[in-house]
């Protein structure tokens, strides 16, 4: 971080972690913080994914809905950028991993109050988190890429399937479903109750959408 950067960023940290100083000076701080550091390094860069990952806590935490969405907005733009496809692999993945936090985040709020835009975040994850395998002709099973969860995944296929049914768009859910239910079966740290409990749900569902 850039020597001014620390400065703020140092009061933010011990105000927001240690609520050592005045809190109501903890969003100026990380965003000066945030400008002194712009002025050195790209938006995409480690040290400016951290700053708005924690803004954007401190939003959330403190009920700043607003701030909250912009600040997680910031940061989605800003790990999307071309550039951080010309990134080392390691690099590359560690944003594409913040990238798919922060689209989560604004697809479950944004499920409470926008459906479209909802529906783009979680269409974003799915998208930039699969990777279809062809096992020798057969039906191709869902290979996930190094940044992904099962789990995240599975919640995007799950939420996609509630969505296109929300729009009587059942060829769409019934698929959707389906991968939600083949992510819930990869996912082996589940606890066993919540998984049958999940796929009670999943196949209600797909049944509903066959009834239609």
């Not at 409470?112 to 279809?132: G, Q």
Request: with cysteine; net charge neutral; charged share 25%.
């Amino acid at each position: 971080y850039p020597p001014e950067a620390k400065k703020y960023l140092r009061r933010a940290l011990l105000q927001h972690d240690y609520g050592i100083g005045n809190p109501v000076d903890t969003p100026f701080n990380y965003r000066m913080a945030m400008t002194e550091t712009a002025k050195k390094l790209p938006m995409y860069s480690p040290e400016m994914v951290g700053i708005l990952e924690k803004m954007s806590d401190w939003h959330e935490t403190n009920g700043s809905a607003r701030e909250y969405v912009q600040t997680l907005d910031t940061l989605f733009e800003a790990l999307t950028d071309d550039n951080v496809k010309n990134l080392e692999d390691k690099q590359r993945h560690k944003c594409a991993t913040s990238c798919l936090k922060a689209a989560q985040k604004l697809a479950e709020y944004h499920l409470k109050t926008n459906e479209d835009k909802a529906f783009f975040y979680y269409t974003w994850i799915v998208d930039n988190s699969v990777r279809p395998l062809n096992l020798h002709g057969q039906t191709p099973k869902i290979g996930l890429q190094p940044w992904a969860s099962v789990r995240q995944v599975g919640v995007a296929f799950d939420q996609l399937g509630t969505l296109y049914s929300n729009k009587r768009q059942f060829d769409h859910a019934l698929p959707a479903f389906a991968r939600a239910l083949e992510m819930l079966e990869q996912d082996k740290d589940l606890d066993p109750i919540e998984r049958k409990q999940h796929e009670t749900v999943l196949y209600f569902n797909m049944g509903q959408c066959f009834s239609q």
